[in-house]
């Protein structure tokens, strides 16, 4: 069976990285899994990563949203779709609704631009389940850390159109994508996650 490939989008701040280990740790006794993050899981991915983030960087909107790019396609063929037959579940921390919000509203691309470029790329790959972390800007600044990377420096409003673009994207996919209020105590939001993650794999198994 083909295994199921949930990711994990939210801003700076909410809480993505900790869910991740925490479901992993829960469901690794029942199943495989694979937990991978964007941009990253390749070579190519984590020297991209690293060009990303690096503060003294000028990029333009385009060339840092096919950089984003380059490194989920090679992530996509290299790791992923191969794995989608050895693994029962795939972690995967961001993918294309992070471009969508980043770059197509916060950069102003355009987020339609930027879903079907992310598509046509990619060949529609797309997730079956997307867990999406609702946090205000204001309350994700207090969990981060003193050293900002190039993108978690920018202003407030930059954030704020992250949010509402993830919002948006949350409403017009509501099948895929499940919002979690990410204020709420750690251990409300894991397992809130967990039993969510859970009733998808059930519902799977019985179709
Ligand atoms: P990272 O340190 O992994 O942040 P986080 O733990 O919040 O995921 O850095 C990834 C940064 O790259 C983050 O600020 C979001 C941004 N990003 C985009 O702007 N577009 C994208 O397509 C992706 C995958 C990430």
Do not use: W
């Not at 003193?146 to 949010?163: G, S, V």
């Not at 499940?178 to 799977?204: C, G, M, W």
Request: proline share 3%; with cysteine; glycine share 4%.
């Amino acid at each position: 069976m083909k295994a199921l490939f949930v990711t994990f989008e939210g801003g700076d701040g909410s809480g993505k990285t900790t869910l991740i280990a925490a479901l992993e740790r829960r469901f690794k006794q029942r199943m495989s899994i694979l937990s991978v993050r964007e941009p990253g899981g390749t070579k190519l991915g984590e020297t991209v990563r690293s060009v990303l983030l690096d503060q003294d960087l000028t990029l333009s909107n385009k060339a840092e949203l096919a950089l984003f790019l380059a490194a989920r396609i090679q992530h996509i063929e290299e790791v992923i779709r191969p794995s989608l037959s050895k693994y029962d579940l795939i972690l995967c921390d961001r993918f294309h609704d992070s471009s969508i919000a980043y770059q197509g509203a916060a950069r102003g691309l355009g987020e339609s631009f930027v879903e079907k470029t992310c598509l046509l790329l990619t060949e529609n790959f797309q997730p079956d389940l997307t867990i999406y972390l609702d946090i205000s800007p204001q309350d994700a600044e207090m969990r981060l850390e003193q050293t900002k990377d190039r993108i978690e420096k920018e202003p407030r409003a930059f954030h704020e159109a992250i949010r509402k673009s993830y919002r948006r994207l949350a409403s017009c996919f509501p099948k895929r994508i499940h919002t979690i209020d990410a204020s709420l105590p750690k251990e409300v939001v894991e397992n809130t996650a967990y039993l969510l993650l859970l009733q998808f794999i059930k519902e799977r198994v019985d179709v």
